[in-house]
């Protein structure tokens, strides 16, 4: 238990490397993030931070089992960590574990009910299990902590045009929030749109 014990916050002298790695992650060079996280990593193995930033870094380099490797570290030392808890609902949602998924990233939503993206995550697991009502109702959640969400308007176009029936105008509004907001262009659905 002692030894378990989490340390939160940066190791002691470690705020340049953490900032260098955050800078790199931010602008997309992961490898060069990862490096410095394993920097800081080797001051403190059990640094609550560190072990969540290297889940992170591997998430977005598709290293799922590195990814979920850190993140188990982390939710040894806290089990209540949010960040830790949502990183890894996106872990198993990208391994199709849509349940182990939901479990995840409910656990983080019901810690901070506040993170948009929680909610977006928790939307399309249940939009994969076919669980369009629920699914719809994530998502409107996540606009509501943030309505500027372009994953959260672009998910509700997919699942309002692929209803039976249709319901195209909200589809197409969705749709058209989600490009203003930065999402990236979709010719099959707009080809469905245009009907």
């Known amino acids: 238990p002692a030894a378990k014990k989490v340390r939160r916050g940066q190791p002691p002298g470690a705020g340049a490397l953490v900032a260098e790695a955050d800078r790199a992650f931010e602008s997309r060079r992961y490898d060069e993030a990862e490096k410095k996280c394993l920097q800081v990593r080797a001051q403190d193995e059990k640094n609550l931070y560190t072990l969540t930033h290297l889940g992170a870094v591997n998430l ?85 902590l943030q309505p500027n969400n372009p994953d959260a308007h672009y998910n509700l176009a997919l699942i309002y045009a692929s209803q039976i029936p249709p319901f195209l105008e909200m589809a197409r509004w969705h749709y058209q929030k989600a490009l203003a907001f930065g999402a990236v262009k979709n010719p099959t659905l707009e080809l469905k749109l245009s009907k």
């Open 60 to 144: 977005e380099m598709s290293r799922l089992g590195e990814a979920e490797k850190y993140l188990r570290r982390s939710l040894e030392s806290d089990g209540e960590d949010e960040f830790s808890l949502s990183l890894m609902g996106v872990v198993k949602y990208d391994q199709d574990k849509y349940d182990e998924a939901i479990d995840y990233l409910s656990r983080a939503a019901k810690i901070n009910p506040k993170r948009s993206a929680t909610q977006v995550f928790i939307g399309l697991a249940l939009a994969k299990k076919g669980q369009r009502g629920p699914a719809e109702a994530a998502l409107r959640k996540a606009l509501e």
